[in-house]
């Protein structure tokens, strides 16, 4: 795909998994990558990480920023267009995967998952269209999953949080699409990640998520005229049942 040099990116959760990979290809463009998550001493890892790998001037910041929190995220929002000068990229990848029965989940849970996965897209996309906009447009990218559409048991509050979320996405892509906002949401299937509480490792056949980073690059380099809104991605050959 084509430079990204002088192009800011937010990429939430970004400090590992998906969200890492996502920030490393960005960064190997030479984007201004600003990653976000929960844990300091990962963050900082991590941002030493990314900025090792930069290319053509990109740079690496990490900020502490809990997105269930409407403040913290908005200090995000206004530091790095401050820093950077605007905002031309938003990857909601922060996530929470909590897998337990109805019967079983606490409300503290639910709201942990609800509250990650849909209303931490919400508080940031809100923050960020103003600085999108300010910039005569740029892409907002949600990471959602195949669990959004394809409930399975212990999973209800998962599978409704990216359910919500890709109708989110449709909602908000019909919005701004006419302001050069453009909006998509990625939906992978099995990746291998320690993503989640439910135990196991994956196999070989799952999806990496360099593979699903390459989906994000390949939107962003889309040409103009069309408008991918919606990506499903998933293991080639997963084990047959």
């Given at each position: 795909?084509?430079?990204?040099?002088?192009?800011?990116?937010?990429i939430?959760?970004?400090?590992?998994g998906i969200g890492?990979?996502?920030?490393?290809?960005?960064?190997e463009?030479?984007?201004h990558?600003v990653i976000?998550g929960?844990?300091?001493?990962?963050?900082?890892e991590?941002?030493r990480?990314?900025?090792?790998a930069a290319?053509?001037?990109?740079?690496?910041?990490g900020?502490?920023?809990?997105?269930?929190?409407?403040q913290e995220?908005?200090?995000?929002?206004t530091?790095?267009?401050?820093q950077h000068g605007?905002?031309?990229?938003?990857i909601?990848?922060a996530g929470i995967g909590l897998f337990?029965a109805?019967?079983d989940?606490?409300?503290e849970e639910?709201?942990?998952?609800?509250d990650?996965n849909?209303?931490?897209?919400?508080?940031c996309c809100h923050?960020?269209?103003?600085?999108?906009?300010a910039r005569?447009?740029g892409w907002?990218?949600n990471i959602s999953?195949?669990?959004?559409?394809n409930?399975?048991?212990?999973?209800?509050?998962?599978?409704?949080s990216?359910?919500a979320?890709?109708?989110?996405s449709?909602a908000l892509?019909?919005e701004?699409?006419y302001?050069?906002v453009r909006?998509?949401?990625?939906?992978?299937?099995?990746?291998a990640t320690?993503f989640?509480s439910?135990?196991g490792?994956k196999?070989d056949?799952?999806?990496?998520?360099?593979?699903v980073?390459?989906?994000?690059m390949d939107?962003?380099?889309?040409?103009?005229r069309?408008l991918?809104s919606?990506v499903?991605i998933?293991?080639a050959r997963p084990?047959?049942?």
């Amino acid at each position: 795909m084509g430079n990204l040099s002088g192009k800011v990116a937010i990429i939430t959760g970004g400090s590992r998994g998906i969200g890492f990979a996502i920030a490393r290809a960005l960064i190997e463009q030479g984007a201004h990558v600003v990653i976000t998550g929960r844990t300091e001493a990962r963050l900082e890892e991590a941002t030493r990480e990314l900025q090792a790998a930069a290319r053509e001037g990109g740079t690496a910041t990490g900020v502490r920023t809990d997105v269930r929190n409407y403040q913290e995220v908005e200090q995000l929002m206004t530091r790095v267009a401050r820093q950077h000068g605007g905002l031309d990229i938003l990857i909601n990848n922060a996530g929470i995967g909590l897998f337990r029965a109805v019967a079983d989940m606490t409300p503290e849970e639910w709201h942990s998952i609800v509250d990650t996965n849909l209303t931490g897209v919400f508080y940031c996309c809100h923050t960020a269209l103003p600085h999108l906009r300010a910039r005569g447009g740029g892409w907002i990218i949600n990471i959602s999953s195949l669990a959004g559409r394809n409930p399975f048991p212990e999973a209800a509050a998962y599978c409704a949080s990216k359910s919500a979320l890709n109708a989110f996405s449709e909602a908000l892509m019909q919005e701004v699409r006419y302001e050069g906002v453009r909006v998509s949401y990625v939906m992978p299937g099995s990746v291998a990640t320690d993503f989640g509480s439910r135990g196991g490792q994956k196999g070989d056949w799952a999806l990496t998520p360099e593979d699903v980073a390459q989906v994000v690059m390949d939107l962003i380099a889309h040409p103009q005229r069309s408008l991918p809104s919606r990506v499903e991605i998933r293991p080639a050959r997963p084990p047959k049942k």
